[in-house]
């Protein structure tokens, strides 16, 4: 993204960490000519955290462009997770459930 390579797995560790939170996941969204944005989608309660630890525990590089708090993350029966149906979730979900960071 924006020229430098990007661990999804790496940012969701991160935001794990700083913001205490038990699950997340982040996905490469696709803005047409703009270029590709990291959204990331958390599995909490959005008045309990604070976007300014995310921007701090992330190298400026990582920008996540955008948050999203879901009740869970998509599954397959095998328990894995469907990054395909991140979007689509977030899309039913409240305005006031999504922010950019």
């Known amino acids: ?14 935001a794990e960490a700083a913001l205490g939170v038990a699950e997340c996941a982040a996905a490469a969204v696709s803005h047409g000519e703009a270029g590709e944005a990291v959204a990331l989608y958390i599995v909490a309660e959005r008045a309990s ?15 996540v462009d955008s948050v999203t708090f879901v009740p869970e993350l998509p599954r397959n029966p095998h328990g894995k997770l469907m990054r395909s149906r ?3 979730m977030a899309k039913g979900l409240d305005h006031a459930e999504r922010g950019v960071v």
């Open 1 to 14: 993204m924006r020229g430098i390579r990007v661990s999804l797995a790496e940012i969701e560790a991160r």
């Open 49 to 63: 955290l604070d976007p300014a630890l995310l921007r701090r525990a992330m190298p400026t590089e990582w920008v």
């Open 86 to 88: 991140l979007a689509e």
